[in-house]
C-alpha cells in the first residue's frame, strides 16, 4: 500500500488551521477531526495564497 505524499508541509497546514480557527481540533483530534468544511475552506485558502504569490512574482518581473 503506497502513501500518497501531501503537497502542504505540516508546518503550512497548521499555520492555515490556526488562521481559520480550528487548529485547536487538529491538536486534540488531529487532521482526521476537523470538518469536511474547515479542510475545504483550508484549501481555499493555500490557493488563494499561492495565487497572490504569483501576482507578486509577475509584478516584480
Not at 488562521?19 to 476537523?34: A, H, M, N, R, S
Amino acid at each position: 500500500m503506497s502513501r500518497r505524499r501531501g503537497v502542504m508541509s505540516e508546518r503550512f497546514k497548521e499555520e492555515l488551521a490556526k488562521e481559520l480557527g480550528f487548529y485547536e481540533t487538529v491538536q486534540q483530534d488531529g487532521w482526521g477531526g476537523i470538518r469536511s468544511k474547515d479542510a475545504g475552506n483550508m484549501v481555499k485558502r493555500a490557493i488563494q495564497l499561492a495565487e497572490q504569490q504569483l501576482v507578486n512574482q509577475q509584478q516584480t518581473k
